[in-house]
């Protein structure tokens, strides 16, 4: 995808678009990384490239199931809330049968999910707030569709903004750089695409 949202018809379209941008974004900034360094966590805190990207895989497929549940629901989750206590963060864990190819494939996959959930969603649907963590509103009792999809948006942009920062730790590189590298746009003063450093022979 280019570094812009296409033209956009309506409402509809504009949230499909806001959100492939931003799923796009991690396919980017993981843009030639090894295997070793999705797993690298090169800030004070525990992120790393593959960890965001199994995360707003996961986040993504949560919110777009309560979507397409709405006016609804989704069904009860497969776990006790104790061993959803137990698990909160494993989807920022990078296992060793993850793969950046697996990883970004999931995303892709769940992409292609809320793309056709968006598609024909009522988007004024009522969406019942859950009441399973501090952070939900207890005065609120239900989003709209196109309230869950806009806070897709912002879900999946705060951590494209984080995985810049994790990306640039590890190598220097940054966005623009990257996104012309797979886009193949020329080489100009102001922008240069990303090359792989080449390792030393000292």
């Known amino acids: 995808m280019a570094a812009h949202v296409p033209p956009v018809a309506d409402e509809r379209e504009s949230l499909i678009a806001y959100l492939d941008q931003q799923r796009d974004a991690f396919v ?4 030639g990384l090894t295997e070793e360094q999705i797993r690298l966590t090169p800030t004070a805190g525990t992120l790393s490239i593959g960890g965001l990207v199994k995360h707003v895989t996961t986040c993504e497929r949560g919110w777009t199931e309560r979507m397409a549940a709405a006016p609804d629901a989704p069904g009860p989750p497969d776990r ?11 989807d920022f864990r990078v296992t060793d ?82 996104v012309a590298a797979r886009e193949g746009w020329p080489e100009t003063p102001w922008l240069k695409p990303w090359r792989r450093a080449e390792a030393s022979t000292a």
């Open 97 to 178: 049968g993850d793969t950046l190819e697996t990883l970004l494939a999931g995303l892709a996959a769940q992409g292609d999910v809320t793309r056709e959930v968006l598609r024909t969603a009522d988007l004024g649907a009522p969406v019942p707030v859950p009441r399973d963590a501090p952070w939900f509103p207890h005065d609120v009792d239900a989003w709209s569709v196109r309230w869950v999809a806009m806070h897709l948006v912002e879900e999946l942009a705060r951590h494209a903004g984080h995985a810049d920062i994790v990306r640039e730790s590890i190598d220097g590189a940054t966005m623009y750089e990257l």
């Open 28 to 31: 980017s900034v993981a843009h």
């Open 80 to 90: 006790s809330l104790e061993e959803q206590a137990t698990a909160w963060g494993d």
